[in-house]
């Protein structure tokens, strides 16, 4: 016998689709004026993970420190090029429609619960990469020079402004080698930059030949070449400039810190260079 449906229950069936399309379409959509779902998410995030911060200080907020915590949240807007009337006008109309609310607030949770895995994932690698370093053979110091230099040196002194080294080692292969100095550049002098020059000399009698910039400034700056020696090969010799340029004299410049090291690696070429 077939199964028909009387007028009474076609009635409320309609009347239950009507309904469920009306709780459908009664969903408030967001202003174009105001930031969308994904975008007060993000927000949200970034100012939830700023309150984690200031929570784990423990910052008073008296009126010490209240410009300090203002100032936190001013940055996190001002990475979304939102003014504080902005973000509180757009509060205000998600806070009147919970319901957009409610699935904002469930991507921010997602927001964070990335971002806790990424930094947890970055923390596990950094632990490995220490351990792995924490096992390779020991470093050998190649520097046995002065470690510290004033320039210009005196005018009646023959060195060379531009500080030229040389080193024979005993054929090092698979390692890296690295050439460090510390620049502090002084008032009075006319050089802007200069370089850092390194020639790594092998057994087949090839070379290398490698460059750091050096930046005038009058805070210490870092001058670091980081070589990779290939196991194939033998390095014999070192040698180059550690501030190389033609008017070198006319530089007011310390130097200081100067160390080369040797790193061995143990089938771990492929580490990159930290």
């Known amino acids: 016998m077939a199964n028909k449906q009387t007028p009474m229950f076609r009635y409320i069936s309609i009347v239950v689709l009507i309904i469920v399309l009306a709780s459908c379409s009664t969903r408030p959509r967001v202003p174009r004026s105001l930031p969308d779902e994904e975008k007060m998410a993000e927000v949200l995030a970034d100012i939830y993970q700023v309150e984690s911060v200031l929570g784990q200080t423990r910052l008073s907020y008296n009126s010490s420190k209240e410009d300090k915590v203002s100032g936190y949240y001013k940055f996190v807007l001002d990475q979304h090029e939102m003014t504080k009337a902005e973000f509180d006008t757009a509060m205000s109309w ?9 699935d904002v607030y469930e991507e921010v949770i997602e927001i964070l619960s990335r971002r806790d895995a990424e930094l947890k994932n970055k923390i596990n690698k950094e632990k490995d990469e220490r351990k ?49 100095g510390g620049y502090t550049f002084k008032e009075g002098g006319f050089l ?22 050096i930046h005038k400034s009058f805070k210490k700056v870092s001058g670091n070449i980081s070589h990779r020696v290939n196991k194939n090969k033998e390095l014999i010799n070192v040698s180059g400039f550690l501030f190389e340029h033609d008017t070198a004299k006319q530089s ?7 160390k080369m090291t040797f790193i061995p ?10």
């Open 265 to 274: 690696t143990m089938g771990a070429e492929e580490m990159e260079l930290h």
């Open 94 to 102: 998600y806070s009147a429609n919970p319901t957009v609310l409610t």
């Open 192 to 213: 802007d930059s200069a370089k850092m020059t390194m020639i790594a000399c092998y057994a087949d009698s090839t070379i290398d030949t490698i460059y750091y910039p």
């Open 132 to 180: 792995a370093l924490s096992k390779l053979p020991g470093k050998t110091e190649l520097w046995n020079d002065t470690t510290a230099f004033e320039l210009p040196f005196d005018a009646k002194d023959s060195l060379d402004n531009r500080i030229p080294y040389n080193v024979d080692v005993d054929s090092l292969s698979n390692g890296i080698l690295r050439l460090y």
């Open 252 to 258: 007011k410049v310390n130097i200081e810190g100067v």
